[in-house]
Structures are given as structure tokens and as C-alpha cells.
């Protein structure tokens, strides 16, 4: 029986019990996101261990608008 060639490719989805710094590091393209909101995750050593959810919480972000807009951001490229 011959295995499929066809490739697996993962879908991009953020999810608020990631890391920031695995964000950051995997995507990019959505900096400008949290930038706007206040933000500053790429500088922050919290990054390192915070989950999205525990950052929108600390800053009065609604933590489902900010998985979609990331999401959305994602789906642009």
C-alpha cells in the first residue's frame, strides 16, 4: 500500500494559552497587533513564560477579540 505524497500542512492558529515569545517567534506578522493595543510583548521578559491570555488580562484586553484579530492577521498571509 503506497503512502500519500500529499503534504500535511498545519493550519496558523493562535490560541490564548500560548506563550508570547512562541507567537513572536512564529509569527511575526502579527507584532503590529499587539503593538496597538499597548502591548510591547517583543521587548518584555514576561514573554517568555506569559500566555496571551494572562498578558490581555494584565492589560484590559478582551482576550477573544484579541484571538481573533491575531487569527484574522494570520489568515492575511
Given at each position: 500500500m503506497k503512502?500519500?505524497?500529499?503534504?500535511?500542512?498545519?493550519?496558523k492558529k493562535i490560541t490564548k494559552n500560548m506563550i508570547f515569545s512562541e507567537i513572536i517567534n512564529?509569527?511575526?506578522e502579527v507584532i503590529d497587533i499587539f503593538?496597538?493595543?499597548?502591548?510591547?510583548?517583543?521587548g518584555c521578559p514576561m514573554a517568555m513564560?506569559?500566555?496571551?491570555?494572562?498578558g490581555a488580562k494584565?492589560?484590559?484586553?478582551?482576550v477573544k477579540k484579541l484571538i481573533e484579530e491575531l487569527n484574522k492577521?494570520?489568515?492575511e498571509k
Open positions: 503512502k500519500s505524497k500529499r503534504k500535511n500542512k498545519k493550519k512564529n509569527y511575526p503593538y496597538k493595543h499597548g502591548m510591547m510583548c517583543v513564560q506569559e500566555t496571551i491570555e494572562q494584565a492589560h484590559g484586553i478582551d492577521k494570520l489568515k
